[in-house]
């Protein structure tokens, strides 16, 4: 994996928005697109910070692919450039001056973990699919005239007891329009959203570009997607002895990252999972997604893999109790030889070093 390195060509000890931001970009984008991009000014100036897509998916409640869509947004209109490593992984991103300053000055940070997306460039033609468009008037009226859109648009309001917004009618239309969902796919995307405890139009849209993003197109598709998913929290659940309760959305945005960013299969998980219980004595999804990053890291596939690693841990850590014991045996023993020859009289006898030999001579002769 490739350490990220995040750039810029202003550098101050502050966070400044440039009113060209607020005047001509802002007003056009996501939301959430506006959140991440300011997001991105503030970790510019924070000395000694650990920069991640991991790290601001959770710092901002989103998913990887959420910040990576974003990232995708503002390049498409030229506020950033991805900068990408020979192996195709997102190596570095820089933010451009919206002034129209060239002149980059690099601000490098060790990314510790490390990005944990494989990002590809992605190709231009593919991008506007993914970004929301603000819909006319006349637009809106032309879609309610179809009787599918209306039914659609009736039966969310019956699901949710309450009249859409604007907001949410836009965003029910994108996934009709954009992202070529149908009807009865909407319909079943909102109900099972709804039934988990989700009625957030932000979190029912991530889930739909997830599945558009994943080629879901009907509801048996989206069933069996649901079904693996269930199965995984469920086995998660168990592992970490979680009982009935619902995992909260940054709890499933570890799971949607260990089994669809890292690949791991449910046995590693689950590893993972009963070493946080045995270390921690409690269910923390932070202590096991630093254990499954770490096997990430060491490209770990197989419990075979993760065996390995623990016996090169067991090793090192033998070779070096075994160095620590070895300089502590000869401090001691140092340290004891000292302690003998200062004890030792004969040695401690202080020596008369002049002697008088002639006199001593004359002395025994007189006697």
Partial sequence: ????????????????????????????????????????????NREDYDFSISQLADCLDHTEKDIMRAFTYWEKVGLLRLEYS??????????VDVNGNNSFTSVNYAAEPVVTTKSVAPAVSD??????????????????EEDAVSDLLFATQTYLGRPLSSSDTNTLLFWYDGLHMTVDLIQYLIETCLDNGHNSFHYMDTVARNWAEDGITTVEDARKSSSAHNNAVYSIKKALGIGNRDLVESELNYI?????????NMDIICEACE???????????????SILTSWNKSSVKTLEDVAALDQEFTKASMAKLSATNKVKSIKDTSSSAARSKSNNKFLNFEQRQNYDFDALEKKLLGN
């Avoid at 009113?19 to 959140?35: C, H, L, P, R």
């Avoid at 020979?86 to 933010?95: F, K």
């Avoid at 949607?256 to 791991?264: E, Q």
């Fill in 1 to 44: 994996m490739a350490d990220i390195m995040l750039h810029t060509s202003i550098n101050t000890g502050y966070t400044c928005i440039s009113n060209t931001f607020i005047d001509d970009y802002m007003k056009d984008a996501n939301g959430e697109y506006v959140k991440i991009y300011l997001y991105l000014l503030r970790c510019l």
């Fill in 86 to 95: 020979d192996g195709h992984e997102l190596s570095g991103i820089c933010l």
């Fill in 127 to 144: 991008t506007p699919a993914l970004v929301k468009p603000s819909y006319s008037a006349d637009e809106l009226d032309a879609f309610c």
């Fill in 256 to 264: 949607d990252k260990w089994v669809n960013t890292f690949s791991f």
């Fill in 275 to 289: 070493r946080t219980i045995t270390a921690t004595n409690k269910p923390s999804f932070k202590y096991a997604d």
